[in-house]
């Protein structure tokens, strides 16, 4: 490369690096009982990007988050109505930003990797980036998220057109464009599925790429349940379905019905 070659692209990375500095970034920590790790999660994203913001909007916790989270240096809000979308929605609503990274307050996830992926959103001007989760050890994933997931991810791919591989991540870095026109309808953890949803119907440009997923610290607990909660975002997914391709939706009913009318018919035949 010639001279004048490598001034321009060290010019373009200056600049690059410029543009970044000056957007406001702010990290967005759903918690409801995160007293265990909601210091760590504060840290490490302080120091992953220490030029933002840190918020942490407490969802009725019982025990010391929100003392913790304050003492760690984070902006403490509160959200009364229960539930992470209800809390997601707040967020979005109160918080004024250039650039949002949403992650959840249970130290799972690795903040080392925000900067890159607010570099591919700003590079590439997407509006969504999805972790998709590389678990560390097996005490991350517990089996039956593991499936769900995977079965979740599978029908979301088949209706909505492939583009993630782990849609419940909460892990998530957005444009300001996205977080401000999203409608949160969702008021649970079904909020990741509709988020996706919302991207991959309005085709916005977006991208996935692969982090580390750690265990939960020791005395810390999942609030997700593998059946209730999956129950729940199935059916978010086929109300979303219902609303953004009614035609297929319907048709698709219709054609299950007919297949089981047939079905009942024939065997009524052989008693005959």
């Known amino acids: ?25 702010a990290v967005l920590v759903p918690c409801f009982n995160e007293e265990t790790a909601i210091a760590q999660v504060v840290e490490d994203f302080r120091a992953a990007l220490p030029q933002a913001t840190i918020y942490v909007y407490d969802n009725n916790s019982t025990d010391g988050t929100v003392a913790v989270a304050r003492a760690a240096g984070a902006v403490v809000r509160r959200e009364t109505k229960q539930g992470k979308g209800n809390v997601v929605r707040r967020m979005f609503s109160d918080i004024d930003a250039d650039i949002y990274v949403l992650v959840d307050g249970d130290a799972t996830y690795h903040a080392p990797s925000a900067p890159t992926m607010i570099a591919l959103l700003l590079e590439d001007r997407l509006d969504m980036v ?16 593991v499936t769900g997931n995977r079965l979740l991810t599978g029908f979301v791919d088949t209706v909505f057109g492939a583009a993630f591989s782990d849609i419940l991540s909460g892990y998530r870095v957005f444009s300001r464009r996205f977080v401000k026109s999203f409608p949160v309808l969702s008021g649970g953890f079904e909020i990741e599925t509709e988020l996706t949803v919302h991207a991959l119907e309005l085709e916005l440009p977006v991208a996935e790429i692969r982090t580390p997923y750690y265990a939960r610290p020791e005395g810390s607990e999942s609030k997700l349940s593998t059946w209730r ?40 035949l052989r008693w005959v």
């Open 1 to 25: 490369m010639t001279v004048a070659g490598l001034e321009t692209q060290r010019a373009e990375s200056q600049d690059r690096h410029s543009h970044e500095a000056r957007q406001r970034l």
């Open 130 to 145: 999805v972790a998709a989760r590389a678990h560390e050890d097996e005490a991350a994933y517990r089996p039956g998220h």
């Open 229 to 268: 909660d999956g129950f729940r975002i199935l059916g978010t997914i086929l109300k979303l379905y219902r609303s953004e391709r009614p035609l297929a939706f319907f048709s698709s009913v219709g054609l299950a019905l007919g297949a089981i009318s047939i079905g009942c018919r024939l065997r009524s």
